[in-house]
């Protein structure tokens, strides 16, 4: 039987058919998705990033596709047979599309396929606005994938690229450790935040913008965050419209929260520094108000592990995004996870075991399915 999810469900935009994609290449399940990305103002349909997901995804998989092409507003997806990894084909977007949402893509099923260590090599984009900078990847999204319990991760930074850069293609290998063969993710609970020990500040920015970040980030840390030590880094971007910061809350449970903004508009100088940190302090200290264990971005990116991990995981956050009711929906369509608030049973998916069995029965009803059904 196929899935049919509806594109403009909930938040109705490219994370949709990333996860549909992703979990239906995991379980075995065919999805037929329409009007993808249907809630979006701008171009609708799949764009670069997505395509280069989905037709990685494909091939690792062997899935019989159809509507696999940048525009198209419907996608099937049929996961043939489940092979077992041995090669991590690196990609290359053809556009500065995030790189790290096409990581978020493949990783849960790298984490469950794939046979030896991967190192899977992106161009792209790697400080893209409405998507998970680098930046957030390395120091907020693995240290809390490794304290849920997966296995080792790294991100080599090789160079950045940025939205508005369409000659600059940045590039990211991520170093994967996948789960032992028969192995299962086990069930997490990231309940108890504890206190916040430590903020870190991360910034790229023109090396001419550095003393105004600290002049202006210093008084606004000690109002927000009094008597905590402050860890600061920067990066010269060499350019003067690339202003990158992200700030970041790590606590006594070793939790991290992190809030950014990619400023690469008109703005530049003081006024950009200060509407920049101004805005991040603010809005990292809300994030702290809810109370959660997590932050609004990393509330959905962790919701496709709780659906396949082995056991009862539970998450505290604050109020549900649109991105995260999202995921939940997807996870319970594909895979039939129901989600009670931020806990959830998940499938108990073994690593080597992505139901072969039940794709070769499913396959003489498939051969009569099609995006014209
Ligand atoms: N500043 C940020 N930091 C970390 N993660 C982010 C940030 N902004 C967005 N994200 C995450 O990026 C993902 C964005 O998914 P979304 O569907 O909006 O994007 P998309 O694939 O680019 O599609 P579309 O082009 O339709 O918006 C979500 O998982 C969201 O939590």
């Known amino acids: 039987m196929v899935v049919d999810l509806l594109g403009t469900t909930l938040e109705g935009g490219g994370q949709l058919l990333r996860l549909a994609v992703g979990l239906s290449a ?10 993808i990305r249907g809630n979006r103002s701008g ?44 090669s991590v084909p690196p990609i290359d977007i053809g556009s500065p599309g995030s790189v790290t949402l ?39 999204l693995v240290p809390m994938l490794h304290l849920i319990g997966l296995p080792p991760l790294t991100v080599r930074l090789h160079r950045r690229g940025w939205s508005t850069g369409r000659n600059e293609v940045g590039e990211v290998t991520f170093g994967i450790t996948p789960l032992a063969r ?3 993710l086990p069930a997490f609970t990231l309940v108890e935040r504890g ?13 001419s913008t550095a003393r105004m970040f600290t002049t202006e980030l210093a008084p606004a840390l000690g109002r927000a965050f009094p008597g905590i030590p402050v860890d600061e880094a920067f990066e010269d971007s060499r350019h003067p419209k690339r202003l990158y910061l992200l700030l970041i809350a790590v606590t006594s449970t ?12 008109k703005a530049t100088g003081e006024v950009a520094v200060a509407a920049m940190v101004k805005c991040v302090v603010k809005e990292l200290s809300s994030e ?49 996870v129901d989600f009670d608030d931020d806990t959830c049973e998940g499938v108990a998916l073994v690593a080597g075991d992505v139901k072969r069995g039940v794709m070769e029965e499913l396959e003489e009803e498939l051969q009569s399915v099609s995006l014209a059904a």
Not at 106 to 122: D, K, M, Q, R, V
Request: proline share 4%; net charge neutral.
């Open 26 to 35: 995991l379980t075995g399940t065919p999805v037929r998705i329409t009007d």
């Open 288 to 336: 702290l108000a809810h109370g959660g264990c997590v932050d609004e971005h990393m509330h959905d990116q962790l919701v496709v592990f709780q659906a396949v991990a082995r056991g009862r995981s539970a998450v505290s956050a604050g109020a549900e995004s649109l991105h995260t009711q999202t995921a939940k929906w997807v996870a319970w369509e594909v895979a039939g």
């Open 195 to 207: 206190e916040v020990v430590r903020v870190l500040t991360r910034i790229v920015a023109p090396s």
């Open 182 to 184: 028969d192995e299962s």
């Open 254 to 265: 070793g939790c991290r929260l992190g809030r950014d903004w990619l400023f690469d508009r």
């Open 43 to 86: 171009p609708r349909g799949i764009k670069g990033q997505h395509l280069s997901a989905v037709r990685w995804l494909a091939d690792a998989c062997s899935a019989r596709v159809e509507g696999d092409a940048k525009g198209s507003r419907e996608l099937l997806f049929r996961p043939k047979t489940h092979v077992r990894l041995t």
């Open 102 to 140: 096409v990581f978020q893509a493949l990783l849960p099923f790298i984490l469950f396929a794939s046979e030896n260590h991967a190192a899977l090599t992106i161009h792209g984009g790697t400080n893209v606005s409405n998507s998970p900078s680098i930046d957030y990847v390395t120091h907020v």
